[in-house]
């Protein structure tokens, strides 16, 4: 199957609810960018790598998007914590092939990401839009809500660990 290739990702990251999100295209590169974000922060004032935090969101995004099962599953950890239970990536990337291949198009948008620690870990909430094209009959299905991301590093890389999603509609 022909894998669609990622579009240019924009998506916001706000560290406070009261900073408006602007999506601003970075047509220079053709990746994601991050606008947005507090400098004063506390969880960027520890030792927290920001760019590589942030970049595994973009990845996500970027992948999702792209309908790239391997990249995508190179953000997730062996096991996975999900709205299911624990899974193992084997068992969550079967549901994403599923959705991959019955989908002509993905976009989605990350909007007021609020990032906290957990410990070693760093947990990213956000609000989300998706828009996924149905291969079949090429209708738009819009989804929205609430996304957590639980981020860990292992091998000395950050994945994600826990991945939910809750729908308004």
């Known amino acids: 199957m022909r894998i669609l290739h990622a579009l240019v990702v924009v998506f916001a990251v706000m560290c406070s609810t009261t900073q408006a999100a602007t999506p ?4 220079n ?7 947005g974000g507090v400098a004063s922060d506390p969880l960027w004032d520890l030792d927290i790598p920001r760019q590589e935090i942030e970049s595994v969101l973009m990845r996500f995004v970027q992948a999702y998007e792209g309908g ?6 190179e953000l997730i950890a062996p096991e996975v914590r999900t709205e299911a ?3 193992r990536a084997k068992v969550l990337r079967e549901d994403y092939v599923e ?3 019955g989908s002509r198009q993905r976009r989605m948008i990350l909007r007021n990401v609020h990032w906290t620690r957990a410990n070693d870990d760093v947990v990213a909430d956000a609000d989300f ?3 996924i094209t149905s291969r079949r009959d090429d209708r738009v299905h819009e989804r929205s809500g609430a996304a ?3 981020l860990t590093k292992q091998a000395k890389q950050w994945v994600i660990s826990e991945l939910y999603f809750s729908y308004d509609r």
Do not use: C, P, Q, Y
Request: hydrophobic share 40%; charged share 30%.
């Open 24 to 27: 601003k295209a970075d047509d």
């Open 29 to 35: 590169n053709n990746k994601a960018t991050v606008r």
């Open 68 to 73: 790239n099962i391997e990249r995508f599953m």
């Open 85 to 87: 239970g624990l899974l």
């Open 99 to 101: 959705t991959f291949l």
């Open 129 to 131: 839009v998706s828009n």
């Open 148 to 150: 957590r991301f639980h």
